[in-house]
């Protein structure tokens, strides 16, 4: 029986392989004539794992949760021509599946407008589109002559390097893409969003259907357009917003581009799409805190104790690691990055770079050695690790830190101050006791001699 | 041969014995009426620790079982004073907990198994049965009259003055300090009396013991020394007063040093330098009188006024340089309230926020001591009468008491001794003079008149009374006042001193008792839902009952040591939800509690404690928290539709009302405390959401939502799950601003 048991499990593990998150994705469309069009996409998606259920926006049975749980763990939105994505789909809705840990990629198109639900979705995630929601992307200088002559709206683009030096990249490689009819988003200021890929500096949006943009009406221009952009909520689901669906496309896929400067080649859309999908379904970028612990620096401590004492030598390990597509590999920091430790009472005493010590086959042991502070109370360890494009890490431990108790104060002859006062206190007693002698032994002598007079 | 028998048992050597043994009776049913008369609470309610400090000391008391002594000795509580915590082992005096431990390890040696919480609620009322033998010892010692010390036990016993802390289950420090304090007098008069070192080193003892119980032991180490001094003054020095006072000192001073919450306070603290200057006075003093046995008498004179000036000089100047340079501590804020009433409200409203610690009122005498309080007087005229050392000592007592029960309520308790004495000598001299039934012979009056005493009070010759009527009236109306002093005193403790103010009672329209326990309710769902470590931040007033009652942490409590602390919850309970969040979430705060008695019409909660905090608040932020915007323009305190921003906005204000006016119909919303009608709305609160509320809305608990999770503010997220869309911001004043990475 036991070993039919761990066939089961390996299974599972087979199963749940590909995604740390679970493989249950659900597509939506608004009509599922429109999936012959994605075939390679979904056939991608299935290779690595996935079970796709491809779905209608206005099916009756359409539902994101059963019983209260989620039915699916991922969900693939595609642009509905009309108005909202139907009953089931509500911004409400959408929002919960986030809060539930469900996994979110939402694609766009310039072609027709967004429809209002899911600009009021957006919002609520701060990220904007544009006030009439149909704008596309130009760019004059990296467009795809062969398909947007006239337009210049076929984007031409490399694919992103790191965001900044201290952010791993997920989405870099050779290779152009193509992005036909892109719809912009710009972001707020929240530290939860990131952008994948940005528009050249040389590009605008404007309402194809309007002419040309009136100069006090421009959404943004240069980079400060999103192509594609990421949202990570504080429980670390993922929504995704791609500018362009028709990148998606199978014509997309293997398609040859030509910009204005450079020679014809064809685009790697297929391949940013495998690491577009994989980074918003989890298999990329997902970080596991998978032991933490602490315990006084001498020999046989006890692990994890609940309790400190002030000026204690106490060490603090944690292991960590992450899951690229379909293993955990052991996790390292990029290069101007830091993994740190706080010792926090309301503010840190201690801030600590957390260094590699070890690696297993599946993680990296990150610890640090450190003086508690001299003052008592209730600290925490805490890791807090929140980087673009990675899960958070979130370590919060509590331990109390107390006094010294009254017999772990050095001893008053190990004080060498106190030397004089030890010697006060014994030449007292001494002096006492060498005066009740005297005392005891000269009276006498007077009493006999009176009475010898 | 009725009378010749009679004869046997009360005359001679067996008359004594009978005397003797008829006293031990007497004071055995004093002790138990003592005992039983405090019983109220039990009776009427259950076996439960009361009102709010007594809870720490319970769970201190539980804490000293479960893990022994030492870790007692050293215990940093965690869960107190998050995120700061408690050296609890070396802040509290641990008199009580180690008194109710003892007990309960010998009673575990006899192997009768009590719950430490019988032994904790039944503590009070077993020392006030000691407490009226110690008075009994203590009157006896002022009196020849056998019947003073028998009625002192009867009157300590039954007082509501000292009832008011020693009912059962008010397990509080006073508990075993009134009878230490008495007892501690009456070892000293022996002392003084004896000039012992072993009476002395006794009521060091016993002084170091109390000091273990009470910060009320100041009273103490202040009231001997002004003794001494005062018989040094009176010229009545002696080899008896030298040798118990340099006893009672120096031993008592080191005992009391042993204590770590006094640690060296003795000799640094100002409030004891009284001790240690009539200690150095009184070296010189006997060093004085040595000199005078061997110098004639004008060399001697000059040489003391010399000395004396010197002296004064040296201890008044290094007085002073120390108390400046800080190696004395100033005085502490509690001892200047004592002298101006006004001081604690102005510099430290935390002390003038308690109870109390306000001025007494008049009324409230009558009410604690009913006829004592006039006899009184008269026992302390006729200390004036002997004024023998013990009877200077009475004055004293007397005079230093009397001003401070004046000044503050608690201190009502350090006053009923010396009234119980007082009034046992007057009213036993009153019986003793007419309750004679032979008429006085003439041989008594010249006895009496050859007799010449210093003040010319006591130089009247005292004869006795002749009158059968005048004795009967007097033996009658004297009867009369004691029967209605016990039916005064039983009233008082059943109906004022007897309720836990954990549990409320009141009556229904119909007669019958009506139970309000919705604390219990709320710290048993507390303890019960939710985590072991949630964190609960509430006024400081609760946080003993929910440390004992539901095992939570607690943010502040009624151990008011770090006033910053306590001034940020009053600065989080009085702000807007916007600034209160981010010190609730630095702090951890998982529920926070309020108490509400708006439906109830319960006085005491929060809204009305409000400008407490509001105050003490401001007392750390000035800029942040005003208390003039919690007053309309006319000056007035509301909470209704007038209600200032600044209060309606208040975290506080919105706990309180938070759904409230969902009770009743629309625009009907009452506040039965305040007596006003509320706002239509409910206030909104956006940070918090209602986790409980007790039967009576007494206290209402609300849970601290974590971040949102899409990072919104919690304002637009709660707007979004009511279904409001939210407003573009499409008009932007100013520049773009343009996103980095």
């Known amino acids: 029986m036991r070993w039919c048991l761990a066939l089961l499990i390996c299974c599972l593990a087979v199963v749940n392989a590909l995604s740390s998150s679970g493989s249950r994705l659900l597509a939506i469309l608004e009509d599922t004539e429109q999936k012959d069009l994605y075939s390679t996409l979904w056939a991608d998606l299935e290779a690595r794992g996935y079970d796709v259920s491809i779905e209608s926006s206005k099916s009756e049975q359409l539902a994101l949760f059963k019983h209260g749980e989620r039915a699916y763990d991922h969900l693939l939105i595609l642009p509905p021509k009309s108005k909202g994505l139907g009953p089931s789909l509500t911004p409400k809705h959408i929002l919960d599946f986030m809060n539930k840990d469900g996994n979110i990629l939402l694609a766009l198109s310039g072609k027709t407008a967004t429809s209002s639900a899911i600009s009021s979705l957006l919002l609520e995630l701060d990220?904007?589109?544009?006030?009439?929601?149909?704008?596309?992307?130009?760019?004059?200088?990296?467009?795809?002559?062969?398909?947007?002559?006239?337009?210049?709206?076929?984007?031409?683009?490399?694919?992103?390097?790191?965001?900044?030096?201290?952010?791993?990249?997920?989405?870099?490689?050779?290779?152009?893409?193509?992005?036909?009819?892109?719809?912009?988003?710009?972001?707020?200021?929240?530290?939860?969003?990131?952008?994948?890929?940005?528009?050249?500096?040389?590009?605008?949006?404007?309402?194809?259907?309007?002419?040309?943009?009136?100069?006090?009406?421009?959404?943004?221009?240069?980079?400060?357009?999103?192509?594609?952009?990421?949202?990570?909520?504080?429980?670390?689901?993922?929504?995704?917003?791609?500018?362009?669906?028709?990148?998606?496309e199978d014509k997309w896929f293997s398609a040859s581009v030509k910009t204005p400067s450079g020679k014809k080649t064809s685009t790697v859309n297929r391949e940013f799409a495998k690491q577009l999908t994989a980074w918003a379904f989890k298999e990329t970028g997902v970080l596991k805190v998978d032991k933490v612990e602490h315990r006084l620096a001498t020999e046989g401590a006890e692990l994890n104790p609940s309790i400190y004492r002030i000026k204690n030598e106490t060490i603090y390990s944690i292991e960590v690691s992450e899951y690229v597509y379909d293993k955990w590999v052991p996790f390292d920091v990029p290069g101007d990055d830091a993994l740190q430790l706080e010792f926090t009472m309301l503010s840190p005493f201690h801030r600590l770079t957390l260094q590699p010590t070890h690696r297993t086959d599946t993680s990296t042991v990150f610890s640090t050695q450190f003086v508690t502070p001299d003052q008592h109370g209730i600290f925490s360890f805490r890791v807090n690790y929140k980087r673009p494009f990675l899960t958070s890490i979130e370590e919060k431990h509590e331990v109390t830190n107390r006094h010294f108790a009254h017999d772990e104060y050095p001893r008053s002859w190990a004080i060498t101050g106190g030397w004089v006062w030890i010697a006060g206190l014994w030449s007292v007693i001494g002096g006492f006791l060498a005066f009740v002698i005297v005392w005891l032994y000269s009276a006498p002598v007077t009493d006999t001699l009176k009475k010898t007079q | 041969m009725a009378p010749s028998s009679l004869d046997v048992v009360l005359k001679g050597s067996s008359g004594r014995n009978t005397r003797g043994l008829l006293r031990v009776i007497i004071l055995c049913t004093i002790a138990a009426a003592a005992v039983s008369s405090r019983l109220f609470s039990v009776i009427r309610f259950e076996s439960i620790i009361h009102e709010f400090d007594p809870w720490f000391n319970f769970r201190a008391t539980k804490y000293l079982v479960e893990n022994g002594f030492y870790s007692f000795w050293d215990w940093f509580d965690d869960r107190t004073w998050h995120p700061l915590g408690r050296v609890t082992g070396g802040t509290l005096y641990p008199g009580l907990m180690v008194t109710s431990g003892v007990i309960y390890h010998i009673l575990r040696l006899l192997t009768i198994p009590v719950d430490i919480r019988n032994i904790c609620v039944l503590l009070a009322p077993g020392f006030s049965g000691l407490t009226a033998l110690a008075m009994y010892l203590l009157t006896s010692e002022m009196s020849d009259s056998p019947s003073a010390g028998l009625l002192a036990a009867a009157f300590m016993g039954i007082t509501p003055g000292y009832i008011s802390r020693s009912v059962a289950g008010s397990y509080d420090n006073e508990a075993i300090a009134i009878f230490l304090l008495v007892f501690?007098?009456?070892?000293?008069?022996?002392?003084?009396?004896?000039?012992?070192?072993?009476?002395?080193?006794?009521?060091?003892?016993?002084?170091?013991?109390?000091?273990?119980?009470?910060?009320?032991?100041?009273?103490?180490?202040?009231?001997?020394?002004?003794?001494?001094?005062?018989?040094?003054?009176?010229?009545?020095?002696?080899?008896?007063?030298?040798?118990?006072?340099?006893?009672?000192?120096?031993?008592?001073?080191?005992?009391?040093?042993?204590?770590?919450?006094?640690?060296?306070?003795?000799?640094?603290?100002?409030?004891?330098?009284?001790?240690?200057?009539?200690?150095?006075?009184?070296?010189?003093?006997?060093?004085?009188?040595?000199?005078?046995?061997?110098?004639?008498?004008?060399?001697?004179?000059?040489?003391?006024?010399?000395?004396?000036?010197?002296?004064?000089?040296?201890?008044?100047?290094?007085?002073?340089?120390?108390?400046?340079?800080?190696?004395?501590?100033?005085?502490?804020?509690?001892?200047?309230?004592?002298?101006?009433?006004?001081?604690?409200?102005?510099?430290?409203?935390?002390?003038?926020?308690v109870s109390e610690h306000q001025p007494t009122a008049w009324p409230a005498f009558f009410f604690d001591l009913n006829f004592l309080i006039?006899?009184?007087?008269?026992?302390?005229?006729?200390?004036?009468?002997?004024?023998?050392?013990?009877?200077?000592?009475?004055?004293?007592?007397?005079?230093?008491?009397?001003?401070?029960?004046?000044?503050?309520?608690?201190?009502?308790?350090?006053?009923?001794?010396?009234?119980?004495?007082?009034?046992?000598?007057a009213l036993s001299c009153i019986l003793d003079n007419f309750l004679v039934a032979s008429t006085p012979s003439t041989e008594t009056k010249a006895k009496a008149t050859t007799e010449d005493k210093s003040l010319r009070s006591a130089r009247n010759p005292v004869v006795g009374i002749y009158s059968w009527f005048s004795k009967s009236v007097v033996v009658a109306s004297v009867t009369l006042y004691l029967l209605m002093f016990v039916a005064h005193c039983t009233w008082v403790t059943s109906n004022a001193y007897s309720s836990p103010s954990v549990v409320l009672a009141s009556k229904l329209p119909d007669g019958s008792q009506f139970i309000i326990d919705d604390y219990r309710e709320a710290y048993y769902w507390l303890r019960q839902n939710t985590p072991d470590n949630a964190k609960i931040m509430s006024w400081w007033d609760y946080g003993y009952q929910i440390g004992g009652m539901a095992d939570r942490p607690t943010l502040v409590d009624n151990n008011t040591w770090n006033n910053t602390h306590i001034a940020t919850v009053g600065k989080a309970m009085s702000s807007r939800e916007e600034v209160s969040y981010p010190i609730l979430r630095q702090h951890d705060v998982d529920y926070v509690l309020v108490v509400f008695g708006g439906l109830l019409g319960y006085s005491g909660d929060d809204l009305n404690k409000f400008l407490w905090m509001v105050r003490i608040a401001e007392g750390i932020w000035p800029d942040e928290v005003k208390e003039r915007d919690f007053f309309t323009a006319r000056g007035e305190y509301r909470v209704d539709e007038e209600a200032t921003p600044a209060m309606k906005n208040s975290l506080m204000y919105k706990m309180s009302y938070h759904n409230y006016q969902s009770l009743f119909p629309a625009g009907q919303a009452m506040d039965r405390v305040r007596g006003t009608r509320l706002p239509k709305e409910s206030p909104q609160l956006n940070t918090l959401e209602e986790a409980f509320t007790s039967e009576n809305w007494i206290v209402r608990l609300y849970k601290v939502k974590d971040l949102d999770n899409l990072g919104r503010d919690h304002s637009n997220a709660v707007a979004f799950d009511k279904g409001l869309k939210r407003k573009r911001a499409t008009k932007r004043k100013g520049p773009r601003v343009l996103r980095t990475e």
């Open chain 2, 374 to 425: 006039w006899l009184f007087p008269a026992g302390v005229f006729m200390c004036f009468q002997k004024l023998k050392d013990e009877h200077v000592f009475v004055v004293i007592y007397s005079v230093l008491a009397s001003y401070f029960a004046g000044v503050m309520v608690r201190l009502m308790l350090t006053l009923t001794p010396i009234v119980c004495v007082a009034a046992a000598l």
């Open chain 1, 127 to 248: 990220i904007h589109l544009s006030t009439d929601r149909s704008q596309v992307v130009v760019d004059h200088f990296n467009y795809d002559t062969l398909s947007a002559a006239e337009k210049h709206d076929v984007l031409v683009l490399q694919r992103p390097g790191p965001l900044r030096s201290d952010v791993k990249a997920f989405f870099d490689g050779e290779g152009v893409l193509a992005l036909p009819r892109v719809a912009p988003q710009t972001l707020g200021d929240s530290a939860l969003l990131s952008p994948i890929l940005r528009a050249p500096a040389t590009a605008y949006s404007y309402n194809p259907k309007e002419g040309m943009p009136a100069a006090e009406d421009i959404l943004a221009t240069g980079s400060q357009l999103n192509i594609v952009s990421a949202m990570q909520a504080r429980n670390s689901a993922r929504f995704t917003v791609l500018g362009s669906v028709e990148s998606l």
């Open chain 2, 184 to 353: 501690t007098f009456y070892l000293w008069i022996k002392a003084v009396k004896n000039g012992s070192i072993m009476w002395g080193a006794l009521t060091a003892l016993f002084y170091g013991y109390m000091v273990s119980a009470w910060g009320g032991y100041v009273f103490i180490t202040n009231l001997i020394p002004l003794h001494v001094f005062v018989l040094l003054c009176m010229g009545r020095y002696s080899t008896r007063v030298y040798i118990s006072y340099t006893t009672w000192y120096a031993l008592g001073t080191l005992g009391s040093m042993q204590i770590p919450f006094v640690g060296f306070l003795p000799i640094r603290n100002s409030d004891h330098m009284s001790a240690l200057g009539v200690f150095g006075l009184i070296q010189l003093v006997a060093f004085a009188e040595f000199i005078r046995g061997y110098l004639p008498g004008k060399q001697f004179q000059k040489l003391l006024t010399s000395m004396v000036l010197l002296t004064f000089g040296l201890g008044f100047g290094g007085l002073v340089l120390l108390s400046v340079s800080g190696v004395i501590a100033p005085w502490s804020g509690r001892f200047y309230s004592l002298w101006d009433t006004g001081y604690a409200k102005i510099h430290i409203p935390i002390i003038a926020s």
